[in-house]
């Protein structure tokens, strides 16, 4: 209750008025610099990922197509089967490349002298004797007839069809001779040799061959690794959680169990690798290059994340739930399980998701346990030997064929897919169960 | 102070006027409140209190209150902000135990046993003293599966139909079956906040409590709403007991039977609501009642 003739005005209305007015100008100038700044790093952040991903695409898309050569194959019963027995094990180990040469003789007749034979049978991947034992073995009728069967070119055909050979320069300094790059023209007269979908780029494991070479092995790995880490890490990480938000009283053991985690999440993650090279297969003699070592390893470099995430959504569930169930007779369990947990699980979730994501391109720690072999077979179980995706793009990389640079981008692709595709589920997750009460 | 005086005088009955000054201190405080003015004992009490004191870490939030809560009868506390009527009543149903640095002394007893005894089961004993929060708090889940919650996890429905029976004889006690019993299944956080709190009314008396605490219930809702939940309240003490924490003392003048006056963690003075609200025996219940603070 002042008296009318005291006032708390600093100013009259109208000299404040003026004030504000004056200081506008600057406000907006201010303002719009922001604007223009946060553009600009939003333009530049996007530059730098056009570049990228321009780089790859551009370096891996020919990886999607094959060069084949159609041949007619012989398949001579008296090279194979010389007692008409078709017993699988004669069959399984006879000379199928001897055909394929035949075919490519007969093909190119005026080819004599050995260097250059062999420049012929060079056309042609060695992967294609394989290929023909494959059809033998699974239509023994086939024997006797002569087929018209494509096979895979080799590596240099393959990069001249692309392109990637630069026929003006001198025939010394390129990959092929003048002789292959007049026979390849032959070919293509006689509609002989073409390109078709690589479909052996997502049917094979790896090959030292590049034109044999595909990803399978290492999907297969990295999708038995992942599941792993998942069995072992969500578990292991909501429990966690929930024991440390829920039931763990507050003292000193608490807060440094929290500074902990918080900690290991920032751990560089080869160190995870050299834990696991010590303690699980140097003392537990789990064997290496497994993708049971590997999720084991990936698990505990997931599980802080998991943690991490898993308390936020805990602690994110309004404490008014809480008290309504312990209100209505719950037991401080049934409280969590049945009421707090079904209401954190979304963010749990997408955490887990993100800490998978993370896990799917990790190398390091994966180098360490030994998933740096060459591994061949497509991996069946957790205790094969098993490689990761991103292992296999970092063996590749190292490699000196020209036809492993496409292939390696376009390995980085499928891993860049998979990485999008499952931020994609966790941004979806996240908005589809945002406030539910 | 003359003019008070005055009015006092002409309100009928004995007015005992502890102090002289109307600005106390808190030191003088705890020399005039030595002990509680009115009849904190009834002849057939549900609970009774005996110096009860709740410390929140070194600060103490109730100081040596002790009280009884009548059988089927309706008591109101009330009191100015931060007097601790919510943290005492907070104590019938070991609530407090939910707060990690509350510690409380004395014995709350109900049918003979000390509900802070070591071994004493906190589950059963929320199962027998319910409560309603003040802000509506239904469970995001449907209208059907809030009220049933609680019978559920009792144990106290054999098969689906005496359930059934269980939830539609809650909303209906709650005044809320002709709004909702075409739509069980649809969420009970889409009701109105009248309705909501009606829900959490409903969902408190399902599991059939003997006593029902109300922490400000009102508080959150729009005067109609309230007039319905007072109107509710009214019709539950047949079968319940309540405690009712209010900050208006309208309500607490409509709604209650008897009436208990807090201030800064004591129980001041406690009565019957008419002889409270008309006659009121300590100075401070008479300052908080005349609207000189709180």
């Known amino acids: 209750m002042n008296s009318p003739g005291k006032t708390s005005l600093v100013f009259s209305p109208d000299a404040a008025m003026q004030k504000v007015r004056a200081g506008l100008g600057r406000r907006y100038r201010a303002e719009r610099r922001f604007r223009r700044f946060g553009l600009a790093a939003i333009l530049l952040g996007l530059l730098f990922l056009a570049l990228l991903l321009i780089s790859i695409v551009g370096k ?32 399984a180990t006879a000379n199928y490349g001897a055909l394929v040469k035949d075919s490519l003789r007969r093909m190119f007749p005026d080819v004599t002298g050995r260097s250059e034979k062999r420049q012929l049978y060079g056309l042609v991947s060695g992967g294609a004797a394989f290929q023909l034992r494959k059809l033998v073995l699974n239509d023994p009728r086939i024997i006797g007839t002569t087929q018209h069967i494509r096979v895979p070119a080799n590596d240099d055909v393959d990069m001249l069809m692309k392109g990637h050979i630069d026929r003006t320069l001198a025939s010394s300094r390129r990959r092929l001779g003048d002789d292959e790059i007049a026979w390849i023209d032959r070919l293509a007269d006689e509609n002989r040799i073409g390109k078709s979908f690589n479909t052996t780029f997502f049917t094979a494991g790896d090959s030292r061959e590049p034109e044999l070479a595909g990803i399978r092995g290492a999907v297969v790995g990295s999708f038995l690794t992942l599941a792993v880490t998942l069995l072992l890490a969500f578990p292991v990480g909501v429990a966690t959680a929930v024991y440390l938000e829920e039931y763990a009283s507050r003292n000193h053991w608490t807060d440094l169990i929290e500074v902990n985690i918080n900690n290991l999440a920032a751990v560089p993650s080869i160190v995870f690798g050299l834990l696991g090279l010590a303690i699980f297969i140097n003392f537990f003699g789990i064997p290496r290059s497994t993708p049971l070592v590997g999720g084991l390893v990936l698990a505990l470099m997931t599980l802080p994340t998991i943690i991490i995430a898993s308390r936020a959504a805990l602690k994110s569930v309004p404490p008014s739930i809480r008290e309504a169930a312990l209100g209505v007779g719950a037991s401080r369990t049934q409280t969590v399980f049945q009421h707090v947990l079904p209401l954190a699980m979304p963010g749990m979730l997408t955490g887990t998701i993100i800490g998978m994501a993370q896990a799917l391109g990790e190398t390091a720690p994966l180098l360490m346990i030994g998933m740096v072999a060459f591994i061949v077979d497509i991996p069946g179980g957790v205790t094969d030997p098993a490689t990761v995706l991103p ?47 | 102070m003359e003019s008070i005086m005055a009015e006092n005088e002409t309100i009928a009955g004995r007015i005992r006027i502890a102090g002289p000054d109307t600005k106390q201190t808190g030191e003088d405080l705890s020399q005039e409140i030595s002990e509680t003015v009115g009849e904190i004992t009834v002849s057939n009490p549900r609970m009774t209190c005996r110096n009860v004191n709740v410390y929140y870490g070194d600060k103490q939030a109730i100081m040596d209150v002790s009280l009884d809560i009548g059988k089927n009868q309706v008591i109101a506390m009330i009191g100015p902000s931060g007097c601790g ?35 004493m089961d906190v589950v059963p004993l929320r199962a027998r003293v319910g409560m309603v929060f003040q802000k509506p708090n239904p469970f995001p889940k449907s209208i059907f599966e809030n009220v049933a919650y609680g019978a559920r996890i009792h144990g106290m429905a054999n098969h689906k139909d005496e359930l059934h029976g269980i939830i539609e004889t809650s909303l209906r006690k709650a005044g809320l079956w002709e709004e909702v019993k075409d739509r069980l299944d649809q969420p009970g956080t889409g009701l109105s906040g009248g309705q909501q709190q009606r829900l959490c009314i409903a969902r408190a008396i399902a599991i059939s409590p003997e006593v029902i605490l109300m922490d400000e219930p009102c508080s959150a809702l729009d005067p109609i709403a309230t007039a319905r939940v007072e109107e509710l309240i009214d019709e539950l003490r047949e079968r319940f007991t309540i405690a009712i924490v209010t900050h208006s003392m309208q309500q607490a003048a409509r709604v209650s039977q008897r009436t208990a006056y807090f201030h800064l963690g004591r129980l001041i003075e406690v009565g019957t609501t008419e002889q409270i609200f008309t006659n009121p025996r300590h100075r401070l219940t008479e300052d908080y009642i005349t609207g000189r603070f709180g």
Do not use: H
């Open chain 2, 85 to 119: 009527k919510s943290t005492f009543i907070r104590c019938l149903n070991r609530m407090n135990d939910t707060i990690d640095s509350c510690r409380v002394s004395g014995d709350i007893m109900m049918d003979g046993e000390n509900i802070y005894a070591p071994g």
């Open chain 1, 391 to 437: 292992v296999q793009i970092f063996l590749w990389a190292d490699s000196p064929e020209r036809a492993f640079v496409e292939r390696t981008s376009a390995a980085i692709m499928i891993l860049l897919g998979f990485l999008f595709l499952m931020n994609a589920l966790a941004v979806v997750l996240r908005r589809r169960f945002e406030r539910r009460w």
């Open chain 1, 60 to 91: 891996g898309y020919s990886a999607f197509q094959q060069t084949w050569i159609a041949l007619d194959i012989v398949i001579d019963e008296q090279q194979l089967d010389p007692t008409g027995q078709r017993d699988p094990a004669v069959l």
